[in-house]
Each structure stands twice: as structure tokens, then as C-alpha cells.
């Protein structure tokens, strides 16, 4: 692994999910904030473009439900025009270096795309790919000036919206390296099952340091 051939992939690193104030708050995110912080460092002191996802959603996403039942609904959260659909101080991309695509665009600015070095993909689905039809497009568009043989994974939820991009990632022929304690899950289901098979499909679980490390000692 080198800066030269890795991207960041940075799941829903938003307040709503990492501060304990949160509209869906993942229990102990916080914890790893120093982590995330240092990975966000990492990716600039060495120029690796970051994917940056996020959930963004109106009072009409399929997610949204005033009776959840916390697998396939939730309660409010990350809604459009809140404090909540922010990224946290760790991760929050320079507004000078970012390019933003919304799942309503039906387009790419590839001039735009291409000077950013923070791409933000706005969601609305657990799946980035399902939740934005622009997110093929801007993995195609990063290839065409990086030939991208890693992608290095971290966020929240582990057991929801990142599962859903490794699995996506993972059909797409992407090498995935999972940053384990720079993710959270949801408490109340088992996250060895879904670690077993990431192992078996090819899945690197790493850590912080040990990607910080891989990144200097190639580039």
C-alpha cells in the first residue's frame, strides 16, 4: 500500500451518529474520534483523495419511521437542514478542498471533481451505491488519475452503511482494508459473523497505526 494507489473511504462520520447528543447516536462512537482524527491527518499530510459519505434525508426516505424498527428504519436523523447531517470536527473535509455530490445531481463537474481532493457523497440509503447513482461514477472518475488498487475503510455504522460499502466495494474488485478501531457498530447484534466473512472474501482488518505505518514506509 502507497498514497499513490490508496483512497480513505470515510462512512457517516456525522454528529448525528458519533456525539452523545445525537439524533441516533452510536453508543461509545466517540471513543474512536481520535482515530478518525488521525486518519483524516494521514490523508492530508500524504494527498489520498477521501470519500466522504454521508446520510442526508427528507421526512420521505424509506429509512425514516416514526415507529422504527431499527433494521430497516430508523428515527429522524441526519435530516436535511440540521446540525446533525455535519461531519464531526475529526473528519469535517476543508470546504476550500471538497466536492460535493447529491443524489439529486445527474451529473459529475469533472473539472471540479478532479481539483477536489475530499469528495462528498450525500445518501440516501444505508447502501452509498443504491443511495447515490453518482458513486460508480466518481469511483470511475478517481481511476482515470489513480490507478486505485486500495481502499481504506472507517466509520459508522460497522454492522449497517459499512457493511453495506465493503460489500459494495468488495463486488466492485476492490482490495478493502477495515480500520477496526476506527469503526463503531450498533450494540445488539454480533459483529463476528460479518468479520469472519470480510476474512474469507478478502478483507484486510487493520489498524490506525498500522495504515499510518504502510503509508510512510511506501509513500
Known amino acids: 500500500m502507497n498514497a499513490k494507489d490508496t ?3 470515510n462512512i457517516d462520520t456525522q454528529k448525528d451518529f458519533l456525539n452523545s447528543d445525537g439524533a441516533l447516536y452510536v453508543k461509545d462512537a466517540e471513543l474512536i474520534k481520535p482515530e478518525l482524527l488521525r486518519l483524516t491527518e494521514i490523508a492530508d499530510q500524504n494527498n489520498i483523495k477521501v470519500i466522504n459519505t454521508a446520510d442526508f434525508h427528507t421526512d420521505q426516505s424509506k429509512e425514516i419511521s416514526e415507529t422504527p424498527d431499527f433494521v430497516n428504519t430508523f428515527p429522524k436523523h441526519c435530516m436535511i437542514g440540521s446540525d446533525g447531517t455535519v461531519f464531526i470536527e475529526e473528519t469535517i473535509p476543508f470546504a476550500t478542498d ?3 455530490i447529491h443524489y439529486t445531481d445527474s451529473k459529475i463537474d469533472e473539472k471540479q471533481f ?3 481532493r475530499n469528495i462528498i457523497i450525500f445518501k440516501d440509503a444505508f447502501d452509498v451505491f443504491a443511495g447515490n447513482k453518482l458513486t460508480d461514477d466518481a469511483l470511475v472518475l ?3 488519475d489513480i490507478i486505485v488498487e486500495n481502499i481504506v475503510v472507517y466509520g459508522v455504522a460497522t454492522n449497517i452503511c459499512v457493511a453495506f460499502a465493503i460489500d459494495g466495494l468488495l463486488k466492485r474488485k476492490f482490495k478493502v482494508f477495515l480500520v477496526m478501531d ?4 450498533l450494540p445488539g447484534s454480533s459483529l ?3 468479520y469472519v466473512k470480510w476474512l474469507d472474501q478478502g478483507v484486510i482488518l487493520t489498524t490506525t497505526k498500522q495504515i499510518e505505518k504502510m503509508i510512510c514506509l511506501n509513500g
Open 7 to 9: 483512497i480513505f473511504f
Open 98 to 100: 471538497s466536492y460535493i
Open 114 to 116: 478532479n481539483f477536489a
Open 142 to 144: 478517481i481511476q482515470k
Open 182 to 185: 476506527a469503526i463503531k457498530g
Open 192 to 194: 463476528e459473523d460479518l
